[in-house]
């Protein structure tokens, strides 16, 4: 079994990438030094899970994939679990499945995934791997890559940023919810949506941690 540190670098570069991800951000996001970045790089192309280019980038092999993703799914079924049976709220789910992830059995998680009746997106909207690494394809899109008066309903919310996740709960702001784009200011760096015939301002930085999908896709 992979390390701790091992599986959590697979997922950011994941997450990131899969390819080509600079050390700086892959280091931002794991909120590590990049010195200890380049290590880990180095030590992970030397196991055959990353390629690394010079000034490039790291990108995932396809085994550093396969394993990437078998942490994705850990996660975000854990997350499931968590929601359904415990009823925490959307800002604690994260961290809990950060702390279990690493630590869940084949066979528990096989067991989770059918008692939960092997659902495809966890409570945040994110599309949930399946057990050979497949993900569920769709038709979700940047909030801020949105067309204007045309109905929406949002797919998938940011997981990692508890605060944020709490704001967007108490403005409603969750999957499942129908919206229209009404504007775009970009010298004020923030879009208005129309929510329950409310209209409300976001920050670009928030907007494009949203995803969404027309309607007539749902």
């Known amino acids: 079994m992979d390390s ?3 599986e959590n670098y697979l997922k950011s570069l994941w997450q990131l990438g899969p ?8 280091a931002q996001h794991l909120d590590v030094t990049p010195a200890s970045a380049t290590k880990m790089i180095k030590r992970l192309t030397e196991k055959g899970l990353v390629e690394h280019i010079p000034y490039k980038g790291a990108s995932l092999t396809k085994e550093g994939e396969s394993k990437a993703l078998s942490v994705v799914r850990r996660h975000r079924l854990l997350e499931t679990f968590l929601s359904q049976t415990l009823e925490l709220g959307s800002e604690q ?5 950060e702390r279990l992830e ?16 092997n659902p495809t997106r966890d409570p945040h909207g994110h ?12 038709h979700d899109f940047l909030l801020t890559e949105s067309p204007f008066n045309t109905d929406l309903i949002i797919t998938q919310v940011p997981d990692r940023n508890s605060e944020m996740l709490a704001w967007l709960r108490k403005e409603e702001i969750l999957p499942g919810c129908k919206i229209t784009l009404i504007s775009k200011d970009k010298f004020g760096d923030s879009l208005v949506i129309s929510l ?9 930085s928030v907007a494009n941690q949203i995803h969404v999908s027309l309607e007539v896709d749902i």
Not at 19 to 25: E, F, G, K, R, S
């Open 102 to 117: 690493h630590a869940l059995s084949d066979e528990l998680e096989e067991a989770i995934a059918n008692y939960l009746g």
């Open 19 to 26: 390819d080509n991800v600079a050390t700086l951000d892959l």
């Open 93 to 97: 789910l994260h961290d809990e499945a």
């Open 127 to 138: 599309p949930i791997p399946g057990i050979n690494g497949e993900i569920l394809s769709d």
């Open 4 to 6: 701790i540190a091992v």
């Open 196 to 204: 329950k015939n409310n209209e409300k301002r976001l920050a670009f």
